[in-house]
């Protein structure tokens, strides 16, 4: 096999983890508000534990990208797809933090019901789990329209953050009782917004897979 042909297969087995380490943190996600809608106290603190397989398969695709860093000479494109595939799988783990985190928090809050909070949870959570998916899906297909699709949504997620934020503190004047709930909701909405944030990175990368820019400056 010639080493173009070498290396691009290489490429393609890196483009799948990256695709299988997507998946898993979608299936995380999935997974922990399923926990969360059924009470299932024992699902949610196994959850704990879900981003160690997320770490590995960070420092998996990392050695796989600095591999083909140093044992080939790629041309730019090549190079905009690894030196991409770095930092999408570091926005993955971090997605995969937060979920944790989250987990911990849901278990410390007893199992809380969100929309009790706020009616605009579940959109919440509904639409931040659309723009990552969609987000992983452009980088992994090299979509920048979808991409720049996943960019764009995140101004929902953060009104949506905006109302919640407002019905937590008309929720604390009016009956400060459950303060403690309130600020744990507040920090539940939080990680929320952080994934979404973490969602446009992922499209912004797709973006420079591209074209070697991200937000319109030029890097390769």
């Not at 897979?209 to 937000?215: L, P, V, Y």
Request: with cysteine; proline share 2%; aromatic share 6%.
């Amino acid at each position: 096999m010639s080493p173009r042909k070498l290396f691009e297969q290489e490429l393609e087995e890196l483009r799948q983890d990256v695709l299988q380490m997507a998946e898993w943190v979608q299936d995380g996600y999935d997974c922990l508000f399923a926990a969360l809608e059924k009470k299932d106290g024992d699902q949610m603190r196994r959850y704990v534990r879900h981003d160690r397989t997320i770490e590995d398969m960070q420092r998996n695709i990392e050695s796989q990208c600095l591999s083909l860093l140093t044992r080939q000479t790629p041309v730019a494109r090549d190079l905009r797809t690894v030196s991409a595939a770095l930092k999408v799988v570091t926005d993955l783990e971090r997605i995969g933090n937060h979920l944790s985190d989250m987990a911990e928090l849901f278990v410390r809050m007893d199992l809380p019901e969100l929309s009790r909070y706020s009616p605009a949870f579940p959109d919440m959570v509904r639409e931040t789990r659309t723009l990552i998916g969609k987000a992983a899906r452009a980088f992994v297909e090299r979509n920048m329209a979808m991409g720049q699709e996943a960019i764009d949504a995140d101004d929902g997620i953060d009104d949506f953050f905006n109302r919640i934020k407002e019905d937590l503190v008309k929720e604390l004047k009016k009956d400060g009782s459950d303060a403690d709930g309130c600020v744990d909701a507040l920090m539940t909405a939080k990680y929320l917004e952080k994934i979404g944030d973490h969602g446009v990175n992922i499209g912004q990368w797709e973006i420079f897979q591209e074209t070697g820019e991200i937000d319109e400056i030029r890097l390769l």
